[in-house]
């Protein structure tokens, strides 16, 4: 009996090493396709961030005062209009906005992409209280980055950020921000990390069956013989 049980321990111990190694290597190809998900993800929005960005008339941008009387310049109602057009224009695109900052670093709003009167507005002058670190360090090197997730008084946010350079390599004049909704941002993370998670597990589920199949037959083999050598 003791020697039946120690067999059948035997037998299934390569199966709870092989299930033990399938699931850690499906774990681990989840967290590197998460990771390489999320920096291709962030390339690729600070690219559209990029383009946008070449988009605004830094003339325009550098006549505003950054105070309450911008919202009768024309300079102002253009740069607007044009950010909400763009901000349409890209359905997973929340926010839209040209950031300054004072001398002292305080970090104000120009103008958004939000309608007039809108609860989420941010007027021209509003200070952005809560801009992490990161938002800083855009002004004061001039190289654009993706941050986040944000949180702020709107929400969470994936951020990319642009300077506004004139010519390319001064000190920023302004910065362009461009926010996703971090749970859109997740989800579609989560998406494609399930795809090939699912395609990883038919792959498993297949080599699996066979290699059980296999055991089964090499095991019913074994017994054959070993009948037969007790009936010889």
């Not at 960005?53 to 005062?65: C, E, G, H, K, T």
Request: aromatic share 10%; hydrophobic share 40%.
């Amino acid at each position: 009996m003791s020697r039946s049980g120690d067999n059948k321990t035997y037998m299934t111990s390569p199966a709870r090493m092989a299930l033990l190694l399938m699931v850690l290597t499906i774990c681990g190809l989840a967290w590197w396709t998460y990771n390489q998900t999320d920096l291709r993800m962030r390339d690729d929005l600070l690219q559209q961030a990029g383009i946008v960005a070449q988009s605004i008339r830094l003339n325009r941008v550098m006549a505003l005062n950054g105070a309450e009387s911008d919202l009768s310049d024309h300079n102002y109602l253009r740069l607007k209009s044009q950010l909400m057009h763009l901000r349409h224009a890209n359905p997973r695109c929340r926010f839209l906005y040209i950031l300054g900052r004072h001398e002292d670093g305080t970090i104000f709003f120009h103008v958004d992409s939000e309608p007039e009167g809108s609860k989420d507005e941010s007027p021209p002058g509003q200070t952005y209280d809560e801009a992490p670190a990161s938002f800083h360090e855009v002004f004061i090197n001039g190289e654009g980055k993706v941050v986040g997730p944000v949180n702020d008084r709107w929400g969470t946010w994936v951020t990319a950020l642009v300077p506004l350079n004139s010519p390319p390599n001064a000190k920023p004049v302004a910065v362009l921000g461009m926010d996703i909704d971090a749970k859109t941002w997740k989800w579609e993370v989560f998406s494609v990390v399930a795809l090939h998670a699912g395609l990883m597990l038919v792959l498993v589920f297949v080599v699996g069956s066979m290699w059980f199949a296999v055991r089964k037959f090499e095991s019913s083999e074994t017994g054959s013989r070993l009948t037969r050598a007790k009936i010889d």
